[in-house]
């Protein structure tokens, strides 16, 4: 008796726990001066006219780095392994037909 007892506890606390979060409302959180919103609407009108953003210095994304030079041994290397990697992609569609075929003749 004990043990189910127990058992409810159990799952009332998780319920409880699941409920809880659950019912957490979101909060919209200013990128320039840090206040915290709980509706988009009041948030969006904040950022339309938050004196912190026009202060701030803008961060610009890093570019991404040049792809790296290739020379002629690079690709003619990346040539080749084409070259083989189509051989094994026929070999293997050569074993599948003649797989099929003989599961067919059963």
């Known amino acids: 008796m004990n043990d189910v007892d127990d058992v409810d506890a159990v799952a009332f606390v998780i319920t409880y726990l699941i409920c809880v979060e659950l019912s957490k ?8 001066c840090d206040k915290v919103y709980k509706q ?7 950022i ?7 202060t701030r210095p803008m ?7 040049p792809p790296p030079m290739l ?22 569609q050569e074993t599948i037909q003649i797989l099929v075929a003989r599961q067919m003749e059963r």
């Open 25 to 32: 409302e979101p909060e919209y959180k200013c990128e320039y």
């Open 40 to 46: 988009e609407a009041r948030y969006i009108t904040h």
């Open 48 to 54: 339309g006219g938050c004196i912190e953003k026009d």
């Open 59 to 65: 961060a610009l994304p890093m570019p991404p780095p």
């Open 71 to 92: 020379d002629n041994t690079t690709v003619m290397e990346l040539l080749r392994q084409n070259g083989e990697m189509l051989e094994l992609l026929r070999k293997q």
